[in-house]
T-cell receptor, first 113, second 112 residues
């Protein structure tokens, strides 16, 4: 049973470009979470999704950031017009329901030049 | 605002030592507390605690929760260099979402 998969593992963008980060949850998991880890800081919640629904996006910046989890395919975290402050590790986690532990993917390290 | 505080921030020990990592929290509507180990990549799940006083154990690692005093400890006995990592504590609360609020982590280094 493969774990949570994220791609790309490393992404370099210039300021103003778009970044698209992908997350495939563990098999049988329909709950997906995105977290951001800034350099030398802890993990911060961004958004919680179930298939085709955003359940909680209270941790996501209001502008430039969006997330989706379509019926088919991976969850996507999109960052438009990236700025240097977006440079961070973005982790995706999944769980089979809202009560059990979340399992994390290896993360995508975004570097904005 | 929900808060999770871990101590110490960092710790250096020698192989064979026993360490205790601390996690205290202030949250509304506590549901569970989770411990993760983070090396240079994904946080790896260790334990989920929901009830006070019941120790969870996995090999040389163990953890316990005190819901009255609002803290948890993670013990590692007979430490090995492979235990070197950042240990993260996170709390899950009852609300519309299912987010985890993380502490800042404890960086453990085990020297040979």
């Amino acid at each position: 049973n493969a774990g949570v998969m994220q791609n790309p593992r490393h992404l370099v963008r210039r300021r103003g470009q778009e970044a698209r980060l992908r997350c495939s949850p563990m098999k049988g998991h329909s709950h997906v979470y995105w977290y951001r880890q800034l350099p030398e800081e802890g993990l911060k919640f961004m958004v919680y999704l179930q298939k085709e629904n955003i359940i909680d996006e209270s941790g996501m910046p209001k502008e430039r950031f969006s997330a989706e989890f379509p019926k088919e395919g991976p969850s996507i975290l999109r960052i438009q017009q990236v700025v240097r402050g977006d440079s961070a590790a973005y982790f995706c986690a999944s769980s089979p329901d809202a009560l059990t532990e979340q399992f994390f993917g290896p993360g995508t390290r975004l570097t904005v030049l | 605002e929900d808060k999770v505080v871990q101590s110490p921030l960092s710790l250096v020990v020698h192989e064979g030592d026993t360490v205790t990592l601390n996690c205290s929290y202030e949250v509304t509507n506590f549901r569970s507390l989770l411990w993760y180990k983070q090396e240079k990549k994904a946080p790896t799940f260790l334990f989920m605690l929901t009830s006070s006083g019941i120790e969870k154990k996995s090999g040389r690692l163990s953890s316990i929760l005190d819901k009255k005093e609002l803290f948890s400890i993670l013990n590692i006995t007979a430490t090995q260099t492979g235990d070197s990592a950042v240990y993260l504590c996170a709390v899950n609360v009852h609300n519309a979402g299912n987010m985890l609020t993380f502490g800042g982590g404890t960086r453990l280094m085990v020297k040979p």
